[in-house]
């Protein structure tokens, strides 16, 4: 119990010296020894790296988990060293709900397909997903935590005794300083008069005692300059290894930017095929259902946008009551047709589609009889059948064809 209060004193006047010394620094009353240009540049640098790295760790943690109270919920396993519980992400809860709507209000109506292939989709791009959050934590979150807890902690702890090798220098500089300054005064100007021979002798002693004090004080400073050498030296070569984390977390960023990639890839095949399978399904219309585009009874000619076609063959497109349609025995009427220009390259799967490439100009028309929301497409002596959507503005109407 003694021995802890005797430190527990030691330490507070510690605290107190450095306070005071600190103070004295700010309004430049106490020497201070400054650090090169070269270590202090290392010095904002390393506080830079550090400062961005949290940044770009904590949103990343927004990116892959947008929810802050499983994110807190995450922290707190991770800080009590359990293992975070499997969580379903939000498409695979939804593919959930999905299957199950669907199987209430019946998997063999239109809406129950829809709903049934619609949750198959989903359930995959939550599994994609998952992947892709396992996959970004270990290779780009994991590094970023390591270099905080581990490598920062390390220099953070060697800046804080380089802090307190420079006070302890500075300090032994003012004491020597002090001590230089009573020796001179001791020696030119006696304590007592010099008619007396006893004052010739208290002169001479004080005169050693303050050179005893002159000496001492100067082994303090060559310790001290000493440890600050060797102590900054350290910190040098660890703030000078913030050039090897900056490799690191390069290549740690690449292989974020790969899974995301392959992510988003996956994604855009489990879309692309979903929406080929719901356009098997007789009726279903792609994009929007507002009957606001003009009929193609007009007489004048007008380019509207077409999009990359993605359906089948035309039987399996066509509206109830027009599957017996043949295409190759359709004629184009002798006026009401448009063009129509394609946004989207579109590889045939068969036969029985069209091949088409962005930007190129296709021939569209409507037939007597027809759904209104239907249009033949035709490009030289093909022909294919497709939905009509929601005009853009300053477009004649858009149109999405299917073969």
């Given at each position: 119990m003694d021995f802890n209060m005797k430190k527990l004193a030691s330490d507070a006047g510690i605290f107190f010296t450095r306070?005071?010394?600190?103070?004295?620094e700010k309004f430049g009353q106490a020497e201070k020894t400054e650090l090169d240009a070269h270590f202090e540049s290392l010095l904002a640098r390393a506080d830079s790296t550090k400062n961005w790295t949290e940044k770009i760790l904590r949103q990343t943690e927004v990116l892959l988990q947008p929810n802050p109270s499983a994110r807190v919920e995450e922290f707190l396993y991770e800080k009590l060293d359990r293992k975070v519980p499997s969580r379903v992400t939000n498409g695979e809860l939804l593919a959930q709900y999905m299957a199950e709507a669907a199987s209430e209000l019946g998997p063999t109506t239109p809406y129950?397909?829809?709903?049934?292939?619609?949750?198959?989709?989903e359930k995959r791009l939550g599994a994609a997903e998952r992947d892709f959050i396992h996959t970004a934590s270990i290779n780009f979150l994991t590094p970023l935590r390591n270099f905080l807890e581990g490598d920062w902690k390390t220099i953070s702890k060697e800046r804080r005794l380089l802090q307190n090798r420079r006070l302890d220098l500075d300090a032994s500089k003012a004491r020597l300083k002090k001590a230089k300054a009573a020796e001179a005064k001791a020696t030119t100007v006696p304590d007592f008069q010099e008619t007396r021979p006893r004052n010739y002798i208290l002169s001479a002693s004080a005169s050693a005692l303050w050179n005893d004090e002159v000496d001492k004080?100067?082994?303090?400073?060559?310790?001290?300059?000493?440890?600050?050498?060797?102590?900054?030296?350290?910190?040098?070569?660890?703030?000078?290894?913030?050039?090897?984390?900056?490799?690191?977390?390069?290549?740690?960023?690449?292989?974020?930017?790969?899974?995301?990639?392959?992510?988003?890839a996956q994604c855009y095949r489990h879309m692309l095929d979903l929406q080929k399978q719901l356009g098997r399904f007789p009726g279903t219309f792609v994009?929007?259902?507002?009957?606001?585009?003009?009929?193609?009874?007009?007489?004048s000619p007008t380019t509207a946008a077409a999009t990359m076609p993605m359906g089948p063959s035309v039987a399996d497109l066509a509206p109830p009551g027009e599957a017996a349609l043949r295409l190759e025995e359709v004629a184009p009427p002798a006026s009401g047709t448009r063009k129509a220009r394609v946004l989207y390259d579109y590889e045939a799967a068969d036969s029985s589609e069209l091949a088409l490439l962005a930007d190129e100009l296709i021939t569209v028309y409507s037939l007597p009889g027809m759904d209104p929301d239907w249009l033949i497409g035709e490009r030289g002596n093909k022909k294919g059948k497709g939905t009509r959507a929601a005009p853009q503005e300053g477009d004649a109407g858009l149109l999405q064809l299917r073969h």
């Open positions: 306070a005071v010394q600190f103070t004295e129950g397909k829809t709903l049934i292939k619609v949750a198959e989709a004080a100067e082994q303090e400073l060559r310790v001290a300059q000493t440890e600050f050498d060797r102590q900054a030296e350290v910190t040098r070569l660890l703030l000078e290894g913030i050039s090897s984390t900056h490799v690191n977390h390069l290549r740690c960023l690449h292989e974020f930017v790969e899974s995301q990639t392959t992510y988003y994009g929007t259902t507002e009957p606001t585009s003009p009929t193609l009874s007009s007489t």
